[in-house]
């Protein structure tokens, strides 16, 4: 199946700094990725869908200038997390799909201070 | 996207066979099942994915009855590493371009 790795896996930040979170799908081109949020305890909730070439989708109630989604390449996207806040602490987790199954990154913790 | 309801946790002991149900009413003709598993700040992985009948695989089993409205994934003999949460998933990735909505899950413990 695809391989899906995550960069970072951790990172701390202070309050009002942006964070950028890599999303590299390493054996198999994906015109889509998407992008999920976790938060303790609970389940993975769909923010945005990355396509590649053109705007991201968001899933209502997502602040698109908040979390700036990039497609540049088939094999990567990125989610930034502008102005981050301490609310915005948690797991993000991307998704590749290929022939009807998700594959998934190692997810990336957030941490702001 | 069907929503799907699976109990919040379970509990069991190694070498114990698990069966975890998921309800899906409102599942689609072109919908697929597909179950995932969980660690702790791990990604979710892909357990197995079925649309009718029976589906095994070296690692769990699938069953869905005729109705589809429902569907039971079985765990042979578990282990203290199966602890983790199982998500259903209910979708036609394949038409859908893979966007598939997570429920709540199902937090298996497996006890020594």
């Known amino acids: 199946g695809a391989v899906v790795s995550q960069h970072p896996s951790w990172v701390i930040c202070k309050s009002g700094t942006s964070v950028k979170i890599e999303c590299r799908s390493l054996?198999?081109?994906?015109?889509?990725m998407f992008w999920y949020r976790q938060f303790p305890k609970q389940s993975l909730m769909l923010m945005a869908t990355?396509?590649?070439?053109?705007?991201?989708?968001?899933e209502q109630g997502v602040e698109k200038d908040k979390f700036l989604i990039n497609h540049a390449s088939l094999t990567l996207s990125t989610l930034t997390v502008t102005s981050a806040h301490p609310e915005d602490s948690s797991f993000y987790i991307c998704?590749?799909?290929?022939?009807?199954?998700?594959?998934f990154g190692e997810g990336s913790r957030l941490t702001v201070l | 996207l069907a929503k799907t309801t699976q109990p919040i946790s379970m509990d069991s002991y190694e070498g114990q066979e698990v069966n975890i149900t998921c309800s899906h009413n409102n599942i689609a003709t072109n919908d697929y099942i597909t179950w995932y598993q969980q660690f702790p700040s791990q990604g979710p992985r892909f357990i197995i994915q079925g649309y009718k009948t029976k589906v095994t695989n070296e690692v769990a089993s699938l069953f869905i009855p005729a109705d589809r409205k429902s569907s039971t994934l079985s765990l042979p003999r578990v282990s203290l590493s199966d602890t983790a949460v199982y998500y259903c998933?209910?979708?036609?990735?394949?038409?859908?371009?893979?966007?598939?909505?997570f429920g709540q899950g199902t937090e298996l413990s497996v006890k020594p």
């Open positions: 054996d198999f081109q994906a015109t889509t």
């Open positions: 998704s590749v799909p290929s022939t009807g199954e998700l594959f």
């Open positions: 998933l209910v979708g036609d990735a394949y038409n859908q371009g893979g966007k598939l909505i």
């Open positions: 990355s396509n590649e070439g053109s705007k991201a989708t968001y």
